[in-house]
């Protein structure tokens, strides 16, 4: 891991990202519902292979961020560039083609189809054919077929799915559905990987097995991660930046030793210390 370095826009980016833009950025964001105020002045910057993290209570406004950033909701106010585009007018569609790819806490495979037309339908970013070659088996239509099967299977490979690549998805154990989950997300050739609590539900092997899979996500695909996670241990071991929310506010950003010894976030999130 690298060190972070302050940039002029207060975010905080690795050293090593540091001579490109970020991959992804919001300005000031917000949203209403309402006379409500969920999330407000919402600043933070993605390195182009930075694993970063944002915590907080519950309803401090962490899912709302990323509905924000896949437009499942429409900010009130401020900007997000997505490798410096503007993502204004953009639809969840047209920023999953962008780069933009999404996990969900709650696992959302199609749970009838086996685990590999799973990671099929994650690759129609890359390998598209029309509707006409389709129905009628056209030649074009076999040869994308051919390259699918054997670009999910790849994918597979590298988690250790193989084997299960037939199998029906609703019948995988819980930890093999959520890394699913993942090389589904990966099949749409992300830049940016947004993961909802990848670890809810997870026993203490699964979850360490997952950090070591994030990292290595990072380390083969080149490309950035932010997730939203409530295990303190997956957070600390494998971010390089967390960003604390409470009440749709950031009130702490940093590395996770600055994190782990800022006073607000050791009382209100990380337990507070005991006297003596």
């Known amino acids: 891991m690298s060190g972070l370095v302050p940039q002029p826009s207060e975010n905080l980016l690795p050293e090593r990202d540091l001579s490109e833009t970020p991959i992804l950025e919001t300005r000031r964001l917000g949203i209403d519902f309402g006379g409500l105020t969920a999330v407000n002045n919402f600043s933070l910057a993605l390195g182009r292979t930075e694993i970063s993290g944002i915590i907080g209570p519950n309803g401090a406004g962490k899912t709302t961020v990323f509905n924000l950033l896949t437009k499942v909701y429409q900010p009130s106010r401020g ?29 959302r495979l199609f749970g009838n189809l ?8 994650g690759l129609h ?11 009628f088996r ?10 699918m099967n054997e670009k999910a299977m790849e994918l597979l490979t590298l988690f250790s799915m193989q084997d299960m690549a037939e199998h029906q998805a609703s019948s995988l154990p819980y930890g093999a559905q959520r890394r699913l989950e993942i090389v589904r997300a990966l099949a749409t050739n992300p830049s940016v990987l947004l993961l909802d609590e990848p ?3 997870m026993n203490p092997s699964e979850t360490s097995e997952l950090m070591e899979n994030i990292v290595k996500v990072r380390d083969i695909f080149k490309i950035a991660i932010l997730l939203i996670e409530h295990d303190m241990n997956l957070v600390m071991g494998i971010c390089e930046g967390i960003c604390v929310l409470n009440f749709g506010e950031i ?14 976030v050791i009382e209100a999130y990380l337990g507070k210390r005991k006297e003596g």
């Open 138 to 147: 056209l030649p074009r239509y076999w040869k994308n077929e051919k390259q």
């Open 251 to 264: 009130i702490a950003k940093g590395t996770p030793e600055q994190i782990r010894t800022h006073p607000g």
């Open 114 to 121: 086996s685990v590999i037309d799973n990671v099929k339908i």
């Open 199 to 201: 670890a809810a539900g």
């Open 125 to 135: 970013n890359l390998i598209p054919y029309g509707l006409f070659s389709g129905i």
């Open 79 to 107: 900007a997000i560039l997505l490798d410096d585009h503007d993502t204004a007018d953009m639809t969840t569609v047209q920023l999953s083609k962008a780069g933009l790819a999404r996990t969900f806490q709650n696992i």
